[in-house]
C-alpha cells in the first residue's frame, strides 16, 4: 500500500510564501516523475509543476518564476516553495506520483492541502 500525505498549506495573504510538502510511504520500490497540481472551486485541476527522477522541471506559465518544485528521493518526499502568492493561486494542492511498488507500476494521489491567498 503507497499513500502520499500533502502538508503545508494555509492560509497566507497576497505577496506571501508557502512551502508545500508531498511525501510517500508504504511499499515503494522507486519513484519516477511527481507533480504538483492544484484546483480552484468551481475549476478543472490543473497541471502546476512536475519534476522527473532525474530533477527535470516543468512549470505552468502562471506559476513560472515564483513557484519552485524539488524533491529529496531519500525522504521521498516532494516540496512546493511558492512565493509571491496572489489570491488566483487559491486553490486545494494535489501531489501526484508514478510508483514502483515492486513489479506494481502505478499513478497515486494524495488527499490535497488548501492553500488560500488573502487578505
Known amino acids: 500500500q503507497v499513500q502520499l500525505v500533502e502538508s503545508g498549506g494555509g492560509l497566507v495573504q497576497p505577496g506571501g510564501s508557502l512551502r508545500l510538502s508531498c511525501a510517500a510511504s508504504g511499499s515503494i520500490f522507486k519513484i519516477y516523475d511527481i507533480g504538483w497540481y492544484r484546483q480552484a472551486p468551481g475549476k478543472q485541476r490543473e497541471l502546476v509543476a512536475t519534476?522527473?527522477?532525474?530533477?527535470?522541471?516543468s512549470y505552468a506559465d502562471s506559476v513560472k518564476g515564483r513557484f519552485t518544485i524539488s524533491r529529496d528521493n531519500a525522504k521521498n518526499t516532494v516540496y512546493l516553495q511558492m512565493n509571491s502568492l496572489k489570491p488566483e493561486d487559491t486553490a486545494v494542492y494535489y501531489c501526484?506520483?508514478?510508483?514502483?511498488?515492486?513489479?506494481?507500476?502505478?499513478?497515486?494521489w494524495g488527499q490535497g492541502t488548501q492553500v488560500t491567498v488573502s487578505s
Open positions: 519534476i522527473s527522477n532525474y530533477g527535470t522541471t
Open positions: 501526484n506520483a508514478a510508483i514502483d511498488s515492486g513489479g506494481h507500476y502505478s499513478g497515486y
